[in-house]
């Protein structure tokens, strides 16, 4: 009985290390699944990676646009071997990362250039670059920015976890 349970500690103790194994400053991982426009996941040396774009946020389930972003995203990766350049990790412990695309472009800043992501200055205050990109896709009107006053995703799911309010 206590060698099964030392057993069981050290697969434990292994396999912990081995998730918390720091990641290299860039890497190629080939593009698994894509949960929404800007969350998506990588194989890399057989560990699947949830990555969350970093800077720019895309529409919510339930939001126009969010159907578009997803399947843009799809697009332009799924199935793909992309370079990984994390930035951070989330409260979720997703790997806060730009990922380039195997042309070169960046996926963060093509989503934005194109219409279907904000820049998300909370997280990434002094990236003009992606500020730039969204100016450019406001005044092009492209993607969200076709509808007059689009709802950031931010104030959606702020406004989407509100209690119901009693009659």
């Known amino acids: 009985m206590a060698a099964r349970r030392s057993i069981a500690l050290l697969l434990l103790v292994f396999a912990l290390t081995a998730c918390a194994q720091p990641l290299p400053p860039s890497f190629q991982a080939r593009v698994t699944s894509i949960t929404d426009g800007d969350t998506l996941t990588v194989l890399f ?3 699947q990676i949830r990555i969350r774009l970093y800077g720019i946020d895309c529409p ?4 126009p646009f969010h ?14 071997l ?3 350049k994390p930035e951070s990790r989330d409260r979720y412990g997703r790997l806060v ?7 070169g472009r960046s ?5 934005v250039a194109e219409g279907l992501a904000w820049h998300f200055r909370r ?15 406001r ?8 509808d007059p006053a689009p709802i950031p995703p931010w104030e959606w799911r702020r406004h989407s976890r509100r209690p119901a309010v009693r009659q």
């Open 45 to 47: 040396n057989r560990q």
């Open 67 to 80: 159907a578009r972003a997803t399947q843009r995203t799809a697009a332009l990766a799924h199935g793909q």
């Open 97 to 103: 990362a730009w990922v380039v695309l195997p042309d």
């Open 107 to 111: 996926l963060n800043e093509t989503l």
């Open 123 to 137: 997280y990434a205050p002094r990236d003009t670059r992606l500020a730039r990109l969204e100016q450019s896709a």
């Open 139 to 146: 005044d092009a009107r492209r993607g969200l920015w076709e």
């Open 60 to 63: 919510e389930p339930g939001q």
């Open 82 to 84: 992309v370079t990984v």
